[in-house]
């Protein structure tokens, strides 16, 4: 892969997916059957080792579905009572509520890009609480300290977070909440085509609790599969084993945020050190660790650059579609394509090398 | 892959699998944005490969969904509005019945394995006709002769088709019915995580008539996204493209269709050369042409000298469970693969090669 993609949506994946896939096919793997023993060891190891390398708690369950989007859907349908509650202040949690409004009661409650979550502001009626902790459009993020005071203070409401963007990149203290949710493609680094769901216990009873059993991807119906380590479908084997061979090789979460904000604070000292490229979100503590959203006058003259460089940058979202330009930090993505950026960043705006 | 994999649920993967992946990283199609002209692209050129191997008419939509299952629930969610009606004879058309039967009015038509689809049989009531083209569990088939009296006799009903272990295998005459799904790992030789949908004009002008749009996979949401030669949730790109490369190769379902006939042929006139194995569809007009079921009362001495040879035989399933094993009649399995089977049945059975 000549290119460096920067892509914030599928990203760049790790480098030796493509070895792990020749394996599979020598293994069996592409042609075992998900009711096997054979596949059901596979997904025990599986979420044994992503519980190991992301810091899962022991008591949270672990599923697998078809992409985040279906999370939005099961959510609606398997755990929400009376309505839910979603702060937002982008497209994707904005494409959530639009989604769970159709299936349930929904309160929308909106908050500048600048701005912390307002964790004060809940509706008595709500029993779902829904948070795009790291939001792909505009590069903004919800801390930990935020989510800890939401939790605090809404003691038997259940808090569900979109980590589409952040799992695997970003250490999440996953007793803040009830649902975390996300994709492979981002910072897991796999191809798309998978998504991942981890409950907590409050989770599990409240969804027994509900007993909504009507649809294939019931919670229960989902959890039932995923405590005999197998799923409610016919699911995506080859992205599980490559999902297990790629945890397997990480150091684990606590070395790969330092990874990720080593990064981070280079793509900083850049942005200090010259005037044609600014960061999208002023607020230091709201800005996404994963994803970056930079502007610049010179919009069209920087695209035409990267892309004679091989290097694909990521189009801004939505209202910030044509003043931003979005750079991935994911973890798959190599120490010499975040130099070969910056070099090019540099050179684009006169700034010599550190 | 030195074992020879016979089972009829994911088996084989074609054996170019692992060069085309390979081409996928290189090409940067494993991190390509689904909204991208890119993967615009190869959607088109898959769903025309499709239409042009498998003769799929003009005039029908094709679709990507995460799997057959979802199928189920697609079909009584957007496309019922009264009942459907359930024909079958085995585990999977069973299911498929108590999955619809949770989120509409169901009619269970239950008949004999060896008997031909009851078309006479309508409930009044019924709006949608649920049909198990091959039900795997069994290995028994309706006959396209038998769909079309079906469709004959109920113009104005959606008439709907399970050819999950047949699609790719098997000339099927797609007029005969609104709607067909399959999934990748049968008879498209792809490994697991991807379900097709085929759906007539009558079928769209059915969804749209009914309009239901409260689900993410909200058959109309669905039809929007792939006739923008997009998905409703991000796709499992490398299956699309799999999917396309290996059509590309194939010679197309008529060639294919003798293939596998032949191959058929090969394994009736050995059930008919011995008396240690047979058929557990007496009736050879409503007999699989991709599946098996045989029967023998050497099961345990069967079992493991195939596993001795590295041939992997399908158990019966359900009440054929320990009477039955079953054999995959699939495109991917290779001619040396089948001769490897065929000797060790022979030298089983003491019965030497033709």
């Known amino acids: 892969m000549k290119v460096a993609n920067f ?31 054979d596949f059901m060891n596979l997904m025990e190891l599986t979420k044994k080792e992503l519980r190991e390398k992301l810091q899962i708690p022991a008591d949270y369950e672990i599923a697998f579905i078809s992409s985040a989007t279906e999370n939005w859907e099961i959510i609606a349908q398997s755990l929400t009572q009376k309505a839910s509650q979603h702060f937002y202040n982008g497209a ?91 994709s ?5 680094g796999l191809p798309a085509g998978m998504g991942v769901m981890i409950l907590s216990p409050f989770a599990v009873q409240t969804a027994e609790k509900i007993g909504e059993r009507d649809h294939y991807n019931s919670l229960l119906n989902i959890l039932e599969n995923t405590r005999k380590n197998q799923t409610q479908y016919t699911p995506n084997v080859l992205g599980i084993y490559l999902l297990y061979k790629t945890q397997q090789a990480t150091k684990g979460i606590d070395y790969i945020e330092s990874k990720l904000e080593k990064r981070m604070e280079e793509y900083v000292s850049f942005v200090d050190a010259q005037d044609q490229i600014n960061y999208l979100i002023t607020n230091e503590k709201v800005r996404s660790r994963t994803v970056l959203a930079l502007e610049t006058s010179r919009m069209e003259e920087l695209k035409s650059g990267a892309k004679e460089q091989s290097i694909i940058l990521g189009n801004g979202y939505g209202p910030w579609k044509s003043s931003t330009f979005r750079v991935a930090n994911f973890p798959a993505i190599k120490n010499k394509e975040v130099e070969k950026l910056m070099e090019f960043l540099r050179s684009f705006t006169g700034v010599s090398a550190r």
């Open 184 to 188: 492979v493609q981002k910072c897991l």
């Open 7 to 37: 892509y914030p949506g599928p990203s760049r994946v790790y480098s030796n997916i493509t070895e792990y896939i020749y394996e599979a096919y020598m293994d069996g793997i592409m042609s075992v059957n998900h009711r096997s023993e």
């Open 92 to 182: 994707f949690g904005e494409k959530w509520a639009s989604y769970a409004g159709k299936l349930t009661s929904t309160i929308n409650t909106h908050f500048g890009i600048n701005e912390e979550l307002p964790t004060g502001d809940i509706a008595k009626k709500a029993d779902v609480l829904c948070v795009t902790q790291n939001e792909t459009s505009n590069a903004t993020q919800v801390s930990m300290k935020s989510l800890k005071m939401l939790r605090e203070e809404n003691v038997g409401k259940i808090i569900a977070v979109d980590v589409t963007s952040s799992l695997g990149g970003v250490k999440l203290d996953f007793t803040l909440a009830d649902v975390w949710y996300a």
